[in-house]
């Protein structure tokens, strides 16, 4: 069974930062897309972030020059930097690893990122 484990969560001040950290495990890691998605209670899920195999990556609008998707093959764990945190920013992240863009892939359980003084 393919495990994500998100970790890093938390309660963050507005401009303040936090990273999350997924560990996959039962997965060839290094040949999916990975990918960061959130949601707020009573809204859709929506991308973040992801990286591809080769390394590209891809940033919703919203959060383009703040976040940073990263992935370490070598460790299974994919990150996501996130800097200049705001209020709208909060939500619970997920990770998600698939193999090709139309998949549903594989999914964590999620952290909770809240912003908030």
């Known amino acids: 069974q393919v495990q994500l484990v998100e970790s890093g969560g938390g309660l963050v001040q507005p401009g303040g930062s936090l990273k999350l950290s997924c560990a996959a495990s039962?997965?060839?890691?290094?040949?999916?897309?990975m990918g960061w998605y959130r949601q707020d209670p009573g809204k859709q899920r929506e991308l973040v972030a992801f990286?591809?195999?080769?390394?590209?990556?891809n940033y919703a609008d919203s959060v383009k020059g703040r976040f940073t998707i990263s992935r370490d093959n070598a460790k299974n764990t994919v990150y996501l930097q996130m800097n200049s945190l705001k209020p709208e920013d909060t939500a619970v992240y997920y990770c998600?690893?698939?193999?090709?863009?139309?998949?549903?892939?594989?999914w964590g359980q999620g952290t909770q990122v809240t912003v908030s003084s």
């Open positions: 998600n690893a698939k193999r090709r863009p139309n998949d549903d892939g594989y």
């Open positions: 039962r997965i060839i890691f290094s040949i999916y897309r």
């Open positions: 990286i591809t195999s080769g390394g590209s990556t």
